[in-house]
Structure formats: structure tokens, C-alpha cells
């Protein structure tokens, strides 16, 4: 279904996305460094399945909206081109915030799962970046655009698993000390600011591609 080089592009830029400092970075770092990695392991499964309902409804809406119109397809992938360099612009020149994680009260880890899975399902922005994401690597003459998208955004949900649960093992011992270094923020913010900005712009110049 998908080239090597695709599939290549596609794990390189969700890793690196997935590796940058963010809101679910901070929140696995602060349930970890309060409560101990196995509940920052419990947080990260939890946010996978979260994760996991959004891309399957990703990939849903992108197939139906293909069977309705091709045209609106391309016109999403444009779009989404478009988003992701707006938001690699306000990553770029994001001030960052002075206050570290916030403190976390000990809860039970059942109660972690489920938060997780709820931080991640009522993020609005989760389901706006997957659809901006996914269609920039989804080819209609492949096949299913559905089965793509969701392909797709199992292999990132994987890779920002692995990535987030490397931040919670150690996050017990050393999450502190990395919320406290300007310099791997800032570092992160410049790193997935410009990986937001070469995604959008490859899309916009190379065109769809899907005609």
C-alpha cells in the first residue's frame, strides 16, 4: 500500500513530532515525577487509546469525504498544508510558559487510564492535526483512503507511545530538571516548529498529486 520512502518520511516526521516537548509530555511528566512511572506508563496507555479513537475517525471522515467529492478531498489536503505551517509559525514564536508541571495528588490507576484517555479525546486540536496530518501521505489510486489514514495514524499512536513512554520512565527521577532547562524547550520548540513547516510546505508545493 505504501512505498518505503513514504512509509520512511512518515515514521521520521511522527517521531520527531512525537519526541517534542507539548501538553501530553508535560502531563505524563507531572503524573510521573508525583506518582511514579508505572502510573506515567498507565497515563501514555491511556492517551494512545485516546489517540487511537481519533484516528479512527480520521480516517472515517477522509474516506467519506472522498466518496463524496475529490475535489473536497484535495481541497482538505490544501487546507491541512496550510494548518500545519500556521501552526509550525506559532510553535516557532511560541513564548514559553515559566511555570512547570503542576503538581498531581495520587490516584488510583484505573482512574489514570481513564483520565488519560479523556486528556486526549476532548482535545480538540488531536482530531484537527490528524486530519491536517494523515492526508498529506494518503494516495486515492492506493486504495482505500480510509484504511490508509488509519494505518497511517496507528504507526504514529505506536511511535508517540514508545516516544511518551521513554518521557515517563524517566520522568520520575529527572522530570523536574528537564521542565526546568530553557534550552531543551526551546531547542524542542524550533525543532517541531520547522518539521510543522517543511510538512506544509511539500504539500503546497508538490501539489495533491491525486488527480
Not at 509530555?25 to 512511572?37: K, V
Request: net charge positive; aromatic share 8%.
Amino acid at each position: 500500500m505504501f512505498d518505503l520512502t513514504t512509509l520512511a518520511v512518515f515514521a521520521a516526521a511522527s517521531l520527531t513530532i512525537s519526541l517534542m516537548p507539548g501538553p501530553a509530555m508535560l502531563y505524563i511528566i507531572a503524573r510521573s515525577a508525583s506518582q511514579g512511572r508505572l502510573a506515567g506508563l498507565v497515563s501514555v496507555l491511556g492517551l494512545g487509546v485516546g489517540g487511537l479513537a481519533h484516528v479512527i475517525a480520521a480516517g472515517l471522515g477522509l474516506s467519506a469525504l472522498l466518496m463524496s467529492s475529490a475535489l473536497a478531498f484535495s481541497v482538505l489536503k490544501y487546507l491541512g498544508a496550510a494548518y500545519l505551517i500556521w501552526l509550525g509559525l506559532r510553535t516557532l514564536f511560541a513564548r514559553p510558559k515559566a511555570e512547570g508541571p503542576c503538581r498531581m495528588r495520587a490516584e488510583p490507576l484505573g482512574r489514570i487510564f481513564f483520565q488519560g484517555c479523556l486528556v486526549e479525546l476532548l482535545n480538540p486540536k488531536t482530531a484537527l492535526f490528524y486530519l491536517a496530518f494523515l492526508p498529506q501521505f494518503t494516495d486515492p489510486a492506493r486504495g482505500s483512503v480510509a484504511a490508509q489514514a488509519i494505518l497511517l495514524g496507528l504507526i504514529f499512536v505506536v511511535l508517540a507511545v514508545l516516544a511518551d513512554g521513554a518521557y515517563a520512565l524517566t520522568a520520575a527521577t529527572a522530570g523536574r530538571l528537564l521542565a526546568g532547562k530553557r534550552h531543551v524547550v526551546t531547542g524542542g520548540r524550533w525543532i517541531a516548529g520547522g518539521v510543522y513547516l517543511g510538512l506544509g510546505a511539500l504539500t503546497a508545493v508538490s501539489g495533491s498529486g491525486k488527480e
